[in-house]
């Protein structure tokens, strides 16, 4: 009967060292797949703070695009405006007032006026 039961034995004895192989093998395994979830949950967290700052990037850029809209409109001018102005630009030069001449033939200085 103990002949029997010894190969039984070691029968058990290498199911068990399988088993034993086997397990290591899957505790292996689900620590890769830890690290990669972890992984994954860093790059969704960069990823879910590069898509805010893109956000706010995106509202700045319009709330410029808004104060640019209105400061364009400042220099908009109306048709009769702008008929007024290029009738005053396409008219002869004319000459400056005595007075405002007096006043920048004063203002020119001369080589003799210059300290070297």
Do not use: W, Y
């Not at 093998?25 to 960069?46: H, P």
């Not at 893109?54 to 640019?68: D, K, P, R, V």
């Amino acid at each position: 009967m103990l002949d029997k039961l010894v190969p039984d034995i070691r029968k058990t004895a290498e199911l068990v060292k399988e088993i034993t192989a086997s397990s290591e093998e899957q505790n292996t395994g689900a620590s890769q797949i830890n690290k990669a979830v972890q992984e994954l949950d860093k790059i969704i967290q960069q990823n879910a703070s590069a898509s805010e700052e893109l956000a706010s990037a995106s509202e700045e850029l319009a709330s410029q695009a808004e104060q640019l809209q209105s400061t364009i409109e400042f220099f908009k001018v109306d048709s009769q405006a702008a008929r007024i102005a290029s009738s005053r630009t396409s008219s002869a030069p004319q000459k400056a007032p005595p007075a405002a001449r007096a006043r920048m033939a004063s203002s020119i200085r001369t080589t003799s006026d210059l300290k070297f």
